[in-house]
């Protein structure tokens, strides 16, 4: 696979400033090869010839496979592995995309589902158009810091977004060691004001933590993000 595995924690000063430098990026990568592959992804879905799809998704998958290749639940230096990652290599952040077809499903405006989770979720930290242009990726802080509860914090936001607007999202982001290939969006929305604060991130997972108790699922410690730079 191409790209480029991004290392948040180690690659800049903090897991914030990482993080938000990623978000960043998103918001100006109007490179070339992701326009050509969201015009090739436009076609795939409209159309239903086999013989023609089969060609488009070989096209975009190429392209997709030459984009930069990010990480935000971690600076993973000894692989993605699952037994290759540390507890200690964690961020504290939860990714999450819903595709075309499910947006498609639940017959809802992309744009407007990508606004409504970002305002309704307190800890949804960004929310931007996916890399095909057509999906939605979602960025949430709930101070996960244990590798085998990932999932259970996944999980739950994922079961949130489904009972609040009949959406699945995509189940392999449930695996802490995905990638996800580096996307743009101009109206990217960030919430700023915690990436200035890094101690509203603190309260952000003491929150989560409590609806974690809530659901009787077992609650992790919570990081605070400027302490988890393994420089």
Known sequence: ?????????????????????????????????????????????????????????????????????IIFQGAFENGRRYEDIRDIDLSGFVYLDIDFNEINAANIDKNLLKKKIFFDFDNCVASWDSFSGQGIGCLFYTGVSVKDEYSIHYELIANELQEKYNVLADAQCKNVGRGNFLSFDENILIKNDLFNNTSKFKELAEKFDKKLSKNNVPGASIPIPSELDTD
């Open 1 to 69: 696979m191409n790209g480029i595995i991004y290392k948040t924690a180690s690659d800049q000063s903090g897991v914030v400033d990482a993080i938000f430098f990623i978000l960043q990026k998103i918001k100006t990568n109007s490179s070339t090869n992701i326009i050509e592959a969201r015009d090739v992804y436009s076609k795939y879905i409209k159309t239903f010839e086999e013989n023609e799809k089969s060609s488009l998704k070989k096209l975009y998958t190429s392209k997709k496979l030459a984009a930069e290749l």
